[in-house]
DNA sequence: AGTAAATCATGATAAATATCATATTTAATT
DNA sequence: AATTAAATATGATATTTATCATGATTTACT
């Protein structure tokens, strides 16, 4: 009985969040961060807690979404099926990003999809209470237009990037930026465990020709790697990469 | 002395806008429409009317934006500069389209040039009426970031272009958004006068590539040309292009 | 532990694209 | 109108990247 319990308690905690928004430290990292007290406590009344396991699909390209994702823990893509049949990812998102708001905002089906590259927390904030906010609080919103504004910049890096470097160059930019955007293990390998299919469709490129220039990367010195891991040996060097 | 008054009217109303943002149809196409009348009549009063030239330079990457530009005729390019020396197309801006919000948004630099491709009319808006209506007018903000959601979906779908297709099918699909956006003289050729450099820049690949590929587009049928001018002949098979 | 399935790796080859060279045409300038 | 400069066009060739094939490892599963 007393197990029966402990088990229903786990349980209702990991899939019906009992954490408060107000006193969660998540909401620092993201645009929540710009609202009342007040505001927080109700969309904490409301907002359900999931854990998400890595492959996971946490939402489809041309679903409609019902709310807003706040990554509390792990690592996400965001993915879109080209017509060659090729996933490309677009953005990686991380503990504290939200996910999903460009579409509630256009109130259209989302573009992307999403899928966890480890094992996830998030909570799931209903569209509701996220439209009431963007139409009540204009401190909330214009930090949402910010964080829309910084993914717009960014996404102009990466078309630049896309049309004008080799997949040499983008491959070895990619590393970097896992590197210092998600950082490394204790033996300093990539903390994000991407398989080889994953960088090709970071960089738009065959599987076949990430693995290839990976193994470039290798005779060169720049990388080693141990298995599927991959750690950084010359950071320098493949900063000039050409 | 009549004739200098003359000349100084026209020559003030060039530049100095005389039109009343009120009353200008140009507004319903952009966020500017959720202004109130009061807040129009002020940004009326302190906006200034340029002509800019073909080929002229509107703001260049790195500058400093003081405020941003409604665009009331014409059609310009946003390029980024890449490392290779390239300047890449990143977007098409045209009639009722506003400049440069995203750098106001995140008060950074202007990441990208905008250059007319025409001659264009524009009202430049200082940066102080704009944040203040951001402030003020939630209603405004979100229509902002309406248009900004949107500018992010279109990047991601550059993005996996970019990455997954040809150049052949990038160059067509072009010859048709340019088609499809910007409308066609009387006698069929697509009504923006581009380069074949542009071309080239918004495609993301050579300049003697993209030549190259629009001649075989007329070997096929699928476009002639005239100088430099482009007509679609068989939209339908250059929609199937491979 | 053993087997199937998936992932990684590499070779051989084909296809796509870039680069360099050089005409030819078009536009700009005087 | 003549001259110069710029843009367009095309060939030859080099480089990059994709595709297909096949084997080696790793991972997942029972």
Redesign the interface.
């Known amino acids: 009985m007393i197990f029966i319990m402990i088990y229903l308690f786990l349980h209702v905690q990991k899939n019906i969040g009992m954490g408060k928004c107000e006193q969660c430290i998540i909401k620092q990292f993201n645009s929540l961060k710009a609202l009342t007290k007040e505001e927080l406590v109700r969309i904490s009344s409301c907002k359900t807690s999931k854990i998400i396991k890595k492959g996971e699909v946490i939402f489809e390209e041309g679903e409609v979404l019902n709310g807003v994702y706040c990554v509390k823990d792990g690592i996400c893509k965001l993915t879109?099926l080209?017509?060659?049949g090729?996933d490309?990812i677009?953005k990686m998102v991380v503990k504290g990003d939200l996910l999903g708001?460009?579409s509630i905002?256009?109130e259209?089906r989302s573009?992307?999809q999403a899928t966890a590259l480890n094992d996830m927390e998030v909570c799931f904030i209903p569209k509701s209470e996220i439209l009431a906010d963007?139409?009540?609080?204009?401190d909330f919103?214009?930090n949402?237009?910010?964080d829309?504004?910084?993914?717009?910049?960014e996404?102009?890096?990466?078309?630049?990037n896309?049309?004008?470097?080799s997949v040499r160059q983008r491959l070895a930019e990619t590393i970097i930026y896992i590197h210092e955007s998600f950082g490394v293990n204790p033996d300093g390998t990539l903390s994000v465990l991407l398989s080889r299919e994953d960088f090709a469709n970071i960089?738009?490129t065959a599987t076949e020709s990430a693995i290839r220039v990976l193994s470039q990367f290798k005779k060169e010195g720049l990388i080693s790697t141990t298995g599927k891991r991959i750690k950084i040996e010359n950071i320098e060097d493949l900063k000039r990469v050409e």
């Open positions: 879109k080209s017509a060659n090729k490309q677009v708001q460009r905002v256009t259209e573009n992307l963007l139409q009540k609080n204009p919103t214009f949402v237009l910010k829309m504004a910084n993914d717009l910049k996404a102009d890096d990466v078309i630049v896309m049309a004008q470097k960089v738009g």
